[in-house]
């Protein structure tokens, strides 16, 4: 099998925006992209919740957790709701927790760290905004890509290269 981000720098070197390597790796999809849709939220995961229980149709949830890694934006339950809605992945500037279960699953998830607290849900944040983390800003509409190998932002879809879906 190869992968996918060293395929897609070549081919777009350009077009492809790489976020810095801060990322750890977890649930079971080591490769995922897909649209990206926002979330803003300070140990508060009442927007993430919220997002990831509706309809995820591909897309790829990026949540700016202000990379605060004492509290977790998102355990099991959270996260088996968005495999069950057809989310492609999320992508935590914060932390994550009930990592075994988690990565027992068919979702490609990649956050800061792994914490065991989870938040007090206060119906706070901000969905589909602008987030500035990991060298680059991201915003809704754009395109992600995750691999083993690290994440890459897109203005436009990239043309898969040839053995990938």
Same mark, same amino acid.
């Given at each position: #099998?190869?992968?996918?981000?060293? @395929?897609?720098?070549?081919? *777009? ?20 992209? $897909? +649209?990206?849709?926002? !979330?803003?939220?300070? +140990? ?8 990831? =229980? ?19 934006? #998102?355990?099991? /339950?959270?996260?088996?709701? !968005? *495999?069950?809605? $057809? ?29 065991? #607290? ?5 119906? /706070?944040? @901000?969905? =589909? ?13 754009? *395109?992600? *890509? ?10 436009? !879809? ?8």
């Amino acid at each position: #099998m190869q992968d996918l981000l060293p @395929e897609l720098c070549d081919l *777009y070197p350009t077009q492809v925006k790489l976020l810095e390597p801060v990322f750890q790796i977890y649930g079971a999809k080591k490769l995922f992209h $897909g +649209q990206v849709e926002t !979330a803003k939220c300070w +140990q508060d995961n009442s927007r993430v919740k919220e997002l990831l =229980a509706s309809p995820g149709e591909g897309r790829v949830l990026v949540v700016d957790g202000g990379g605060s890694t004492q509290r977790a934006l #998102m355990g099991d /339950l959270i996260a088996d709701s !968005a *495999y069950l809605q $057809g989310w492609a992945g999320v992508v935590i500037f914060g932390a994550v927790r009930d990592v075994a279960a988690i990565n027992t699953m068919e979702l490609g998830v990649r956050a800061l760290a792994a914490c065991p #607290m989870k938040t007090e849900r206060k119906g /706070l944040g @901000e969905t =589909a905004v602008s987030v500035s983390f990991a060298g680059q800003t991201i915003q809704p509409g754009m *395109y992600l *890509y995750a691999d083993e190998n690290g994440i890459l932002v897109s203005e436009q !879809a990239l043309q898969m290269p040839e053995g990938f879906a």
